[in-house]
């Protein structure tokens, strides 16, 4: 049976869709179908935790991949979607109203009336990424920030699906001097397999084929973050998925995410999230 994946996971005023303003929630899915009617907002989907298969079904396309954390899909206004989930998978979901892309677009010296996003899948995007971070960690501190963070959220995702993502506009070209996106997807992929490893600059430099150095330097102009606190924040926010599970002790998590013992998970989940395992862990399962 089909389900809506737009369901408000939590009221928020992040995660009430708005006419004019950017909203977005958090959303869980079961394995399995999930159908989404046509929507008069641009949704963009970034996944979040473990890697799942994923089949996806939108204009007219059938389309297969195995999403890692920080994929992202672009869905246009009005256009009816299907996914097929091998996996339970979350998603962060934020929407885009119409009015804000052409209040950006006029802001931007672009002729409104020739707004269009593009449909995109799987795609690999550092700025939307990070502006889906930030996105999330306020919808799990209550919307704390308030209006004004995600108003400028709002403008800045706008902005950037306008000036990267515009199906009226030329093909995006890959970022000067940084690594193709299908390398980056093959890197990311395999760092997300890999969180409970030990793993080293040099095996993951061997999985792109590029000597340490210039990975150290590509993986950083293409993201905007260097290869190892990359792999720390997956690291944690893995960590924070897992603290859901109270049947697993909070060392075992700290093990199963690659840090060497509990105190070491618990520094660098202060300094990234601002909490500690066991704080996150209250707040998760009182929700």
């Not at 799987?122 to 990424?129: A, M």
């Not at 996106?181 to 490893?197: G, R």
């Not at 897992?242 to 060497?260: K, P, W």
């Amino acid at each position: 049976m089909a389900t809506n994946p737009m369901q408000i996971s939590r009221s928020s005023d992040l995660s009430r869709p708005d006419l004019h303003t950017l909203s977005a929630s958090v959303k869980m899915f079961q394995a399995g179908l999930k159908e989404m009617d046509a929507l008069p907002y641009v949704i963009v989907c970034m996944h979040l935790g473990p890697s799942v298969e994923v089949s996806c079904i939108r204009g007219g396309k059938v389309r297969h991949g195995r999403e890692v954390a920080g994929d992202l899909d672009i869905i246009p206004a009005h256009t009816p979607s299907a996914w097929e989930m091998k996996q339970p998978g979350a998603t962060l979901i934020m929407r885009v109203p119409d009015s804000l892309l052409r209040s950006v677009a006029a802001d931007l010296d672009l002729n409104p009336a020739y707004v269009g996003v593009a449909d995109r899948f799987q795609l690999r995007d550092p700025v939307i990424e990070h502006l889906g971070w930030a996105l999330k960690a306020e919808i799990e501190s209550g919307g704390a920030t308030g209006a004004l963070f995600r108003d400028s959220i709002g403008t800045a995702l706008a902005a950037r699906l306008l000036q990267r993502h515009n199906c009226r506009s030329l093909p995006m070209r890959e970022v000067q001097g940084g690594m193709s996106a299908a390398k980056l997807k093959q890197i990311v992929t395999y760092i997300e397999d890999n969180l409970e490893s030990e793993l080293s600059l040099a095996e993951i430099a061997a999985v792109a084929s590029v000597s340490v150095s210039h990975l150290k330097t590509l993986f950083r102009q293409s993201t905007g973050t260097p290869v190892h606190q990359y792999v720390l924040r997956r690291r944690v926010e893995r960590a924070k998925a897992l603290l859901q599970d109270r049947s697993l002790s909070i060392a075992q998590i700290a093990f199963a995410t690659g840090f060497a013992h509990q105190s070491h998970l618990a520094r660098h989940m202060r300094r990234i999230c601002g909490t500690t395992p066991a704080a996150a862990r209250k707040e998760l399962t009182e929700r």
